[in-house]
């Protein structure tokens, strides 16, 4: 049986710690170390990892029986767990539009949530999410209404979707990105609209789609 665990929020970082006992236990059948630990989630010093494990301990997440080698024991190594990205605002699938100023790209500045399943951003950090205007992507199943996913990101490859900020408009596309020579392709999926071609200066890249959340009609 699948159990829905509602816990108290927790940091990315230790988010991705629990995220990387749980796929060690999947994968090994017994826990990792402390020393695992630091060096599989970029962690300064075993003290460091004591420090977000006791966190971890005291929220409800996990146990650990310190006369024990290996002794991280998760609450439940089958939950499912929830966590809330933040939606900070709109983005054009169409023609660009203006979007929030900057203080609402700070997932802090936005009380507007999607609660999704951890295993949908699996343990990238910078993740948030943007309700789609328009219908250029509509043949990549992205209409309008729906939310994308995105992770902060500066740069992609080619053919990856993106939301493109354009600095000299002042505005933010969603759209395939393509660097070509000395110009960016900015391509709709929509055979009815035509590509747009920027000047590389202008553009910056906001974050890459990670997955798409459906409107149901």
Known sequence: MTIKVKQKEISPKQQKII???RNFWL???YPPSIRDVVASCSLSSTSVADYNLKILEKRGYLHR?????????????NAVYKLNIPIIGTIAAGEPIPVP???NWNSTAS???LEVTEDLVSDREGIYALRV???SMMDALINDGDIVILQNVNTVENGEMAAVW???EMEVTLKKFYAEADTIRLQPANSQMKPLFIDPANVEIQGK????IRRLS
């Not at 029986?65 to 190594?77: P, Q």
């Not at 789609?209 to 798409?212: G, K, L, Q």
Request: net charge negative; aromatic share 2%; proline share 0%.
């Open 19 to 21: 995220n990387y006992i």
């Open 166 to 168: 354009l600095k000299s």
């Open 209 to 212: 789609v990670i997955a798409v």
């Open 111 to 113: 009380s507007d949530t």
């Open 65 to 77: 029986h310190r006369e024990v080698s290996r002794g991280i024991e998760l609450t439940d190594r």
């Open 133 to 135: 205007k328009g219908s």
């Open 101 to 103: 100023n900057d203080d």
């Open 27 to 29: 994968e090994r059948g």
